[in-house]
């Protein structure tokens, strides 16, 4: 569930330990004065939000649901979505290997928007989250995206319309669908994503958002990843799955420093 009310956006505010951006700007691939801001932070809530009844878990503001008054209203050029999650979810979701979540791990200094010491903590132990796990969720999300993008030029209600009619397909979920593949492949190869991304996948994908590659040859591109990417789920040099028990040990560090020094009063 999102939320959006002062005391979730206070605890958002207050207890931080990392946020930056995640979207098209952070992976190089904005493409100038087309896009919004897309940011994500890990929080740490008060100790009554974890032992407590009542629960935080995420908080979300966008300033495109401010400006126009409706919930859901589509981001535009200046806009900002931001989603804060507690930390406990956060990680959660990292040792599962969501592409989206893990991109905070990997954020070059200048896309870094606040940071503390248990955040830069998080990010110096990235070893005991990324596993060949992530493998199966890039894969996930790259099947997903081809999905939308191809459900996109045959269903009347479609995300952007105006994507479709100009290029045929929406070109923004075909880039996805082909950095998932690029960014998957170097992180399973190596443990690491580089960010921003780099040439020539950088400028290939750049072109593709603007109409300068088929859609066929974006599934071509995306089929050459997938079969690489499956290939080094299996045999990556990375542990098959995500060392839980010191991410645990971590999180309750991380939870406890932050309420014995005071940061937070129940």
């Not at 939320?3 to 100038?32: R, Y």
């Not at 401010?66 to 981001?75: F, K, L, M, N, P």
């Not at 900002?80 to 990680?91: G, I």
């Not at 071509?220 to 990556?236: G, N, S």
Request: hydrophobic share 40%; net charge neutral.
């Amino acid at each position: 569930m999102r939320h959006s009310n002062p005391e979730f956006a206070a605890i958002a505010a207050h207890g931080t330990i990392l946020q930056t951006e995640v979207g098209s700007g952070v992976h190089g691939l904005a493409i100038d004065g087309t896009g919004d801001r897309d940011e994500m932070g890990i929080c740490i809530e008060p100790s009554a939000f974890v032992i407590g009844l009542r629960k935080f878990e995420q908080y979300q503001h966008r300033t495109a649901a401010e400006r126009t008054g409706v919930q859901d209203a589509r981001s535009e050029p200046g806009d900002l979505d931001l989603v804060v999650y507690s930390a406990r979810k956060w990680l959660r979701l990292a040792l599962d290997g969501n592409p989206t979540v893990l991109t905070p791990l990997f954020a070059p200094a200048d896309s870094i928007v606040h940071i503390t010491p248990a955040g830069e903590d998080l990010r110096a132990n990235l070893d005991m989250i990324v596993s060949r796990q992530a493998g199966h969720r890039f894969l996930g999300y790259l099947h997903g995206q081809r999905q939308r993008m191809l459900n996109g030029n045959v269903h009347a209600r479609v995300n952007r319309p105006e994507l479709v009619e100009r290029y045929g397909f929406d070109v923004k979920f075909a880039s996805h669908m082909v950095r998932l593949g690029v960014q998957g492949v170097e992180l399973l190869a190596t443990g690491r994503m580089t960010l921003p991304m780099t040439d020539p996948w950088r400028t290939w994908i750049r072109d593709l958002r603007q109409g300068k590659h088929t859609q066929q040859e974006a599934i071509d591109a995306a089929a050459e990843l997938e079969a690489r990417l499956e290939v080094l789920t299996r045999t990556a040099d990375l542990p098959e799955r995500p060392d839980t028990t010191r991410a645990n040990r971590w999180l309750i560090e991380a939870y406890q420093d932050a309420w014995v020094k005071g940061r937070w009063v129940s």
